[in-house]
């Protein structure tokens, strides 16, 4: 569960760049002008490897697994990143990778030319499992209807991985932004990522078809579980670091005489923030560690991260928020901002109580197949 | 296997080895007391005999040097050895002096302390109980008033101890009393060991809220303790003791209980003999339960990394100890809520090993009221959770 010394020395990158370069003030910036991926950090992002993490060394890639990828997002959080980093990394690691057709696309991904969003967001929760957009044999080849909402980080996409269904079960599109037939809203979020909503009515040729059928199933549900536990790493950075501004505030700001961490109601508050925040930690870390081994470990660590680190993000922001008092209810205070984040990264792409419902679901299966333990 | 035979040393072999040990040395009587240990201790008589036989195999105390009859496994094996037993229903002796003052007597003890007092410890021959808190000095431990004065060669004890677990069976006391009273009260404490038998010690035994009996209170009346049982330095008992109560709340795998316990909740739940709550709800609390189990399992072995790495876990072990605590209650609660009514039956002639005959309660059900009531002392004993988290604050976050 320690760091190897690779592992140590992306971790000291990626902080040491994300400290220089990712500045609160400047993120407010860049937010109010509407700019969610400033291309000068996505080149570096793309300089330092991180777009190439997941793909094999024969694709120019760095072959990394999960373990680095949570390093980056944990770092995403701490630093309340806008860019599109996790999301892009979701999505190459779980359906690009198992594309034959996204091969050639590889080389534009890793130099951060091709942004690929996951669109699986319908107005039904359910449609992230089945989709009710789809895709249709025409006389000359395919044809995609339908329309994918909130799709977060979609303002930054170049393209955007369509989950679809076919006539073949489940699909994966690979469709432009600026496709004709595409039409696309873009909007702000409140966590500063930028979104879209889509609707899609045009024709699609067999090289955008990235995974059909079985490949297809398969892509989501890695997808889902990378999403989970990434998403798990973003809220522990987060958590961590509005402790950390919460511990930092209290020590300074004085009330009647003395500051504020003097007090021992406050201190114990804060105590829980540590306690809760370390114990996510080490799901999170434990999650990584199992996605190298059997389906049931890996998709059961994946949802328990998933249900702490929601439960316990909600709780540490907004005990933050509470500690501080006014000033952190303001725009111009970070830690209101570690709290908005969290709050979007609870019900992307699975819900904390979807989770649950899917973790019960695997040990039921279990005590289904070998009885109970 | 024979006690001269080398352990395998990997794991599941060494599991292996274990779990054949005990299939062949826990005997029907052992294994009924162990299942119907309802707080941190077993019937005494069956976790004395059962220590016994554990020193005999070599395994009085796993987690000792060699040198002084340990066992030399990695905290790998301890953990698995742990694991064994309580998978086994082993009992669970009164560990006092195994866990607390044998470790404290290697680092602070005189070559002479430590060929007096071990071996009597690890064979279970001598019990020895903890004399820390006092009526008026509970999570001010520091504030303690039984004082021991000069009398030529020997010390003179006066005063009072509470909450000694199991005093009514123990043979020693190792207690924290007052040698300097004029400086700030930390610098004035000092170690002793004393003799129960001692003359002017006597014992008051408490029925507890589950009407057995653990908790005590000592009495001490101008009562002769040779110098020869200082433990450390005079006046720097504090130390010791503070040392001490980090061995009491490091070093626990609290999990290997907490997922019994979740475990035997899951049994209820398919029961047809004492399924006790129809809540469609009841089942997504569990599966939280289960999560949090989870996490604090992943933190004990980051700790455990950590300790292997060579660091000090701190402050790490009361992160442990208030999380252990805490989420054992929630699954005590969890156990009473599954046994629903089969739960209310109050009968403690049920819990001693040798009873073989029907009870009131479902059977799965006859320890779980008495494990929730006791449940509510975890967060008390070995330094408040509010203490713990004091300490988080001091020593963690720096407030």
């Known amino acids: ?373 | 296997m024979n006690a001269s035979s080398p352990l395998p040393t990997d794991s599941d072999a060494f599991r292996i080895a274990v779990r054949d040990f005990l299939s062949e040395a826990l005997t029907p009587e052992l294994i009924r007391a162990g299942k119907r240990t309802t707080s941190v201790f077993s019937d005494f008589e069956a976790g004395r005999q059962w220590q016994s036989i554990l020193h005999q195999r070599g395994w009085g105390a796993p987690d000792w040097p060699l040198e002084y009859g340990g066992t030399g496994w990695d905290i790998q094996q301890r953990y698995i050895f742990q694991e064994e037993c309580r998978q086994a229903n082993a009992p669970t002796p009164v560990m006092m002096g195994i866990q607390m003052l044998g470790p404290m007597l290697m680092h602070f003890g005189t070559p002479s302390q430590k060929e007096r007092f071990l071996p009597g410890i690890i064979s279970g021959e001598n019990v020895w109980c903890q004399g820390y808190s006092e009526p008026g000095s509970g999570s001010d431990l520091a504030s303690l008033k039984t004082t021991a004065d000069h009398d030529g060669d020997d010390f003179i004890v006066n005063g009072t101890k509470i909450w000694t677990s199991m005093a009514h069976y123990s043979d020693w006391i190792f207690c924290l009393v007052r040698t300097d009273k004029a400086v700030k009260p930390q610098a004035g404490i000092s170690f002793l060991l004393i003799d129960m038998a001692t003359p002017g010690i006597t014992v008051k035994p408490f029925t507890s809220l589950d009407g057995e009996i653990e908790q005590c209170q000592v009495f001490f009346e101008d009562v002769r303790v040779p110098s020869a049982n200082l433990l450390g330095q005079e006046n720097q008992g504090w130390t010791v003791a503070k040392s001490l109560l980090e061995f009491e709340r490091g070093g626990q795998h609290f999990t290997i209980d907490l997922k019994k316990q979740l475990s035997k909740v899951q049994q209820m739940m398919s029961s047809e003999t004492c399924r006790g709550t129809a809540d469609p709800t009841f089942a997504y609390r569990v599966a939280e339960a289960q999560i949090d189990v989870m996490a604090l399992e992943q933190t004990e072995l980051r700790i455990k990394g950590s300790l292997t790495a060579g660091d000090n876990p701190g402050a790490l072990s009361s992160l442990v100890k208030v999380s252990g605590t805490e989420l054992g209650q929630c699954c005590a609660e969890l156990l009473i809520e599954a046994a629903g009514q089969s739960a209310i039956p109050w009968q403690s002639e049920v819990l001693a090993p040798s009873y073989n005959g029907s009870t009131a309660a479902a059977s799965e059900s006859v320890t779980t009221m008495a494990e929730y009531i006791n449940s509510r002392a975890t967060t008390i004993y070995g330094g408040t959770a509010e203490i713990q988290r004091s300490i988080i604050a001091k020593h963690v976050l720096g407030l």
């Not at chain 1, 701490?78 to 990778?97: G, H, N, R």
């Not at chain 1, 999403?227 to 511990?247: F, K, N, Y």
């Not at chain 1, 923030?273 to 996605?291: F, K």
Request: proline share 3%; net charge negative; glycine share 6%.
């Open chain 1, 1 to 373: 569960m320690t760091m190897t010394e690779e592992q140590t020395m992306l971790w000291d990158t990626a902080d040491r760049y994300l400290r220089d370069n990712a500045d609160f003030n400047q993120r407010r910036d860049q937010i109010a002008k509407g700019i969610y991926n400033l291309p000068q950090k996505w080149q570096a992002f793309a300089e330092m490897g991180w777009l190439a993490m997941p793909f094999p060394e024969s694709m120019d890639g760095l072959n990394f697994g999960l373990r680095e990828i949570a390093i980056l997002a944990e770092l995403c959080g701490q630093y309340l990143v806008t860019e599109p980093l996790i999301d892009t990394l979701t999505v190459a690691s779980s359906v690009l990778m198992r594309s034959e057709q996204a091969a050639a696309l590889v080389p534009d991904v890793i130099t951060g030319d091709l942004i690929a969003i996951a669109a699986i967001d319908e107005p039904t929760a359910e449609s992230r499992l089945s989709p009710s957009s789809t895709l249709s044999q025409t006389e000359s080849g395919w044809h995609l209807q339908g329309k994918k909402y909130w799709i977060s980080a979609g303002a930054s996409a170049t393209h955007f991985a369509v989950l679809a269904d076919s006539c073949n079960g489940l699909a994966w599109v690979l469709v432009a932004k600026d496709a004709a037939g595409l039409s696309c809203e873009t909007f702000p979020t409140h966590d500063g990522k930028g979104g879209a909503n889509c609707h899609f009515d045009l024709p699609i040729n067999d090289d955008q078809i990235l995974l059909m059928g079985d490949a297809a199933a398969e892509a989501l549900s890695a997808f889902r579980e990378c999403a989970m536990v990434v998403s798990s790493a973003e809220t522990l950075g987060a958590a961590q670091a509005a402790l950390d501004t919460t511990v930092d505030y209290t020590k300074q700001r004085e009330q009647f005489g003395q500051p504020l961490a003097s007090f021992q109601a406050l201190q114990h508050r804060m105590a829980n923030m540590l306690i809760q925040t370390e114990l996510t930690r080490s799901l999170v870390y434990a999650a990584c560690d199992a996605a190298d081994r059997n389906a049931w470990d890996r998709g059961r660590f994946a949802r328990a991260a998933k249900v702490k680190s929601a439960a316990v993000g909600r709780k540490v922001t907004q005990e933050a928020i509470q500690l501080h008092g006014g000033i952190a209810t303001t725009d111009e205070y970070i830690v209101g901002h570690f709290f908005k984040r969290v709050t979007a990264l609870e019900t992307w792409v699975c819900s904390k109580g979807e989770a649950l419902q899917e973790f019960m679901a695997l040990d039921a299966d279990k005590i289904a197949s070998v009885g109970p333990a």
